[in-house]
Structures are given as C-alpha cells and as structure tokens.
C-alpha cells in the first residue's frame, strides 16, 4: 500500500505526552489514549482471572481437593470464567487494538463518534465494577452461563449484582461496535476502496455487525432473569410457569456468536502478522475478507449444537449439526491461505511471527475437536467433560489470547514507540505454546475417559489423578510465558530502543506515521493508491534482508 501525505521534519508532541495530566487522560477522546486505558484495566482483569484459574488447578491435584469447599470451588471458577469471558476475552483485541488501529489503518483522525468511544470505556468500567462487586461479596456460584431455574430461584450468591454488570457490559461493547461500523463505512482515505482494506480491518467489521446483533438478546435475557429473581416474574422458572430451555435458547443465540466475537478479531492479527513476517502478499485477500462476514452470517444459526441433550429434538440437531460443519469451511479457507502466504514466502521468525504460528496450531486444533462436538453421537458422550474445557480454551485461549499476545508484540513499538527484548518475546511464545498444551490437552483425555467439568472431587476415579497433575504443571509453565512479556515489556517503556516508523518492514497506513503516532494520527489525509500488501516488489527485498538484521541486532537486549 503506498500512500501521499505530507509530514512534518521536526519532532512534535505525541498522543502520549500531549497534556500529558490525569484530567487530561479521563476525559480525553484520542481512541489512541482509550486503547492504552483499555489495555491497563483488562492487564488487571487477566492478572485477577489467572490467579482463579491457579487455584482451579491447584485444587485439582488432589482427588479429595486442596483446600476448597465445594461451594468456594463453584464461586471460584464462576469468577475465573465471568472475569476471563467478559472482561478480557470479550474486549481485549477490540477494545485495544480496535480503538487503537481502525482509524490509523483506514487513514482516519478518530473514530467516527469520539465521545461515544469515551461512553464505552465507563460502561465497561462501571460494568467491570458491578461484576466485581459481586465476585468479591460473596461471589457467584452458578457457572459463567447463569443457567435458570438455579441462577433465577435457587442461589444464594450474588447473581443479580453481577448481571447488572453484564447488561452494562454489553451497551458497552453495543457503542463500539457501531462506531467501529461508521468509522469503516464513512471515513476511509481517499483511494482506500473496500478490496483496499487490510483484513484486520474486515474482522473487525464482521465482529462489530455480530455485537450490534447478538448483544441486545443476551443483555435482555440476563435483565429476565434479574427480574424473575428479584420480582418471582414466570419467565424461566418451572414452578413460576416459565421454560428453563428457552433461557438456553436465547443465551447460546449469542454466546456462541461471541466465540466469534473473540476469535475473528485474532484472525485478523494474524492475517497482519502473517502477511508482514512472510513477506508475501496475502494469498487469496478477497477469499480471506470475505471469510469473516461467512463465520459472521452462519455463527448465528448454530446455537443449537449446545443443546443437543437439553430436550431438542433430533431433527433439530441434525440442521444444527449440519450448519456446524459448514462454519468450519470459512475458518478453514483462512487457515488454508495463511498456509499459502507462507509458502514460498521468505519467512522472519519474529517474536508476533511465532505467536501468530502458535495461534494456527492450537486453533486448528480446537477446531477440529468442535468437530466431535457438533456430531450428536459423539456430542452425548462428551458434553458435560473436560473434553469440552479442553476444546473450549484450545479456541478461546490459544486462539484470542495468542492473537491479543500476537497483536501486542506486533504494534508495541507503534503504540509506545520502544522496541522490547526480542530474545525473551521468543522464549515467551514457545513457554506459552508448549505450557498451554500440556495443561489442556491432557483435559482431552480425561474428559474421553469421563471426568465431569465443575468436579473438584474425583476420588472414586484415582486414575484421573495423573492427567489433572500434567494439567496442573502446564498451568506452572503457561504462567511464566505469561509473566515474561509483563517484565520485558515494562522495561522497555524506559530503556528499550527507539522503534522508528517502520521496524519490522510492513506496509498499512498505520507504519506510515510516527511512532508513537501524533495525536490526530496523520498530518494529511492520505491518499491510497495501491494493494493492502504489496509486498512483492523484487527491488525491496535486499532492503528488507538488511532490515531484518539489524532489527535482529537492535531488538536482542532491546537496547542499542
């Protein structure tokens, strides 16, 4: 992509010292600023969800429990799943890398709705405040699916406190996404048409149509079953009249979409990433972008695969199975292709380069064992094991957090300008990949073999004993590739080395500007005249070998 704009020679204030005052920060309407909030309070939210989930894993190790009750192991694990789900995973890449990048990207100011932006950051925090509340007095016991009669009659913890914070949470995510929209329709540069667009802008594009259409059925559903708790209103509760079904009807009309929310949102990333450290052009860029609005439009007509033993019929279940397997030709076209923008590619195993390769792995792998989930006869045997934990983090968490984690060490040097260690990012990526997989694949094999999920007693079945202790160690060393880029990361903002512009050699509007970026991004609109990746320019690759070394020299003390 190649672009006209006219920069200034000087040095100028950037988004990060301009008015540089904690005023000046909460009621600031930079998208830039609200992105670096963002990636601070979901930081924290990530922190506070690992520490739940390494008491889950330190309970498990024995089969009569740690030190746990019973009912501190549900409120534990409902807080690891409702801080996880819906105040990291939900908006992590979005709400950081969306706000942050979509204007630079389509070579825009802002974001179409400046204050709105600013609305969505308080409607998540005041939600994120609402949800946590709860956890902390008294938590929540009812599962991060809240589902009726038991979180609408029967529980005794905090339930309608933290689906307040939900309902908030979603108006929050709501206002995003229709800026995201506006912004992507209404103020592209001049020349950059829709096949112009980079795909990451396409994923967030077919994320926020999901938000905007799958968002009001979840938030009303969870005011219903506030209001039947509070008010004995018959909505779900069998001994009020309701249907206890139609309440996992309406919730899996969204929340399996939101898998969708979570996951395409990576996929862009990794499309970006792909694409930079192959020095390839994307193959088959129509067919990758026209792939997320595929995985958009049929992720709302495949709820039912969740319900497979919950009183649907089987004619039912077969259109829901059917539809299952179709879902997966849009997410494999993109592996497919990411496949072949490698190949032949000249490839640069940089630290985003080597998340984005683990991120394939894993999802290809939860990928397919969704496969024998969306078969009702396997589906009856492993519905309700940890065969399902298993799939379910091999998608969420090695797909979004790889992708976040991807997308992080990817746009670091553009967001703060400082290159990091380059030599403990790759010790990272690879203490995540093989810690993610030995705490998670293990849970395949004990799910097959018939360990329920929410157990934490499992003493009459010792030989599951081993498996939960593999999963446990894992657990050590996915936590240390975690921890890693917190050290490297803090520790570039004050010593690492400037970035420049460009350091990794990619093309986008975004690498066009200055790093850190100013804080209305370009000092002229650009104009676009050419490809989303144009990276095939035979006269530029001795450039980007000379570039490659010294980046290589530069980032491996993250010093000069």
Known sequence: MSAVATQVSHQEKNYLNDENTIKSWLLTKDHKRIAVMYLVAISIFFLAGSIAAGMIRLELVSPRGAFLTNDAYNRTFTAHGVIM???????????????????????????????????????????????????????????????????????????????????????????????????????????????????????????????????????ITLL???????????????????????????????????????????????????????RNSIFGYKFVAMSSMAIALLGFFVWGHHMFISSQSMYQGLVFSLITFLIAVPSAVKVFNWSLTMYKGSVWLASPMIFALGFMGLFVIGGLTGVYLGSIGTDVHLTGTYFIVAHFHYVMVG??????????????????????????????????????????????????????????????NPDFQIWNIASSFGSTVLALGFLLPVIYLTKSLKSGAPAGPNPWGATGLEWEVESPPTKHNFHEIPVVTGLVYDYNSEADEAAWEEEEREMEHVTRGGQH
């Open 224 to 278: 219903l079953v506030v209001l039947e708790r509070v008010f004995h209103l018959g909505v779900f509760s069998p001994e009020l009249g309701g249907d206890p079904v139609l309440f996992q009807h309406l919730f899996w009309f969204y929340s399996h979409p939101a898998v969708y929310i979570m996951i395409l949102p990576a996929m862009g990333v990794v499309s970006e990433v792909i694409a930079c450290f192959s």
């Open 399 to 460: 797909g979004t957090v790889m992708g976040f984690l991807a997308a992080l060490h990817f746009w670091w040097p553009k967001m703060f300008g400082k290159m990091y260690n380059e030599s403990m990012a790759k010790v990272s990526a690879v203490l995540v990949f093989i810690g993610f997989n030995v705490t998670f694949f293990p849970q395949f094999i004990v799910g097959y073999l018939g360990m329920p999920r929410r157990y934490h007693y499992y003493y009459l």
């Open 85 to 219: 789900i819906f105040l990291f995973l939900l908006v992590g890449i979005p709400a950081v890398f969306g706000n942050f990048l979509v204007p630079l990207m389509i070579g825009a100011k802002d974001l179409a709705f400046p204050r709105l932006n600013l609305v969505s950051l308080y409607l998540f925090f005041t939600g994120a405040a609402f949800a946590l509340l709860a956890l902390i007095f008294g938590g929540v016991d009812t599962g991060w699916t809240f589902y009726t009669p038991y979180s609408s009659m029967y529980s005794n913890s905090q339930v309608a406190l933290v689906l307040v914070g939900a309902f908030i949470l979603g108006f929050s995510s709501i206002a995003t996404g229709v800026n995201f929209i506006v912004t992507i329709h209404k103020m592209r540069a001049p020349g950059m048409t829709w096949f112009r667009l980079p795909l990451y802008i396409w994923s967030h594009y077919a994320t926020s149509i999901i938000i905007i259409l799958g968002t009001p059925v979840v938030a």
